[in-house]
């Protein structure tokens, strides 16, 4: 079973750069596997910040940034804000219509 | 503007059945797919399947094969999630969403319903 493996959480100063990443248990995430990235506060609904590796969603700042950085997708966050603080998801297409989420990253900005 | 606008919350038995759906508006419906997530309460997001609306192929991710139904009236522009017999497990907020292109289930997703909580207890 193909398990799509996040760092359980991350810490970053305000103003700072942090680098979240997207692997997978078994084998290399390349740019076949469209990974995006999302963002969550609680109660509310995901918001897309990153589609198909680097392209950023509608009214996305560009500070969020999507790449591949060796064996994995990654989101970088440049300049963290306190409203950056929210759980970032990634999601990686397996082909024929099927997506694996990750586990999911908790994100503190302090 | 581009937007799915999902059905309200449902309180249901286990046992009962439900469908809860998503509406399309601001694209041309029959051309995108549509996938539903699953979240269960303080947990991560689950994809579950998707669907095209414009031929109704629809996908599922195999730990809901058989669990769940996904359809699409196109007419209507909306797409359906339906259980025929609801556990207390399936507690959970669902979202639709779309991929970002035309006729291609690749890219991710990049629109977003509002969410539909279904809560099933006795």
């Known amino acids: 079973q193909t398990v799509v493996t996040q760092e359980p959480s991350f810490s970053v100063s305000p103003g700072g750069t942090v680098t979240l990443t997207c692997g997978l248990t078994s084998g290399s995430v390349s740019t076949s596997y469209y990974p995006s990235w999302y963002q969550q506060t609680p109660g509310q609904a995901p918001r897309t910040l990153i589609y198909?590796?680097?392209t950023r969603s509608s009214g996305v700042p560009d500070r969020f940034s999507g790449s591949i950085v060796g064996n994995k997708a990654a989101l970088t966050i440049t300049g963290a804000q306190a409203d950056d603080e929210s759980d970032y998801y990634c999601?990686?297409?397996?082909?024929?219509?099927?997506?694996?989420f990750g586990t999911g990253t908790k994100v503190t900005v302090l | 503007e581009v937007q799915l606008v999902q059905s309200g919350a449902e309180v249901k038995k286990p046992g009962e059945s439900l469908r809860i759906s998503c509406k399309g508006s601001g694209y041309t419906f029959s051309s995108f797919w549509i996938a539903w997530v699953r979240q269960m309460p303080g947990k991560g997001l689950e994809w579950m399947g998707i669907i095209y609306p414009y031929d109704s192929d629809t996908r599922y991710n195999p730990s809901f094969q058989g669990q769940v139904t996904i359809s699409a009236d196109k007419s209507i522009r909306t797409a359906y999630l339906q259980w025929s017999s609801l556990k207390a497990s399936d507690t959970a907020i669902y979202y639709c969403a779309r991929p970002p292109n035309t006729s291609s289930a690749r890219g991710g997703m990049d629109v977003w319903g509002q969410g539909t909580t279904v809560t099933v207890s006795s």
């Open positions: 198909s590796t680097n």
């Open positions: 999601v990686l297409y397996m082909g024929s219509g099927i997506y694996v």
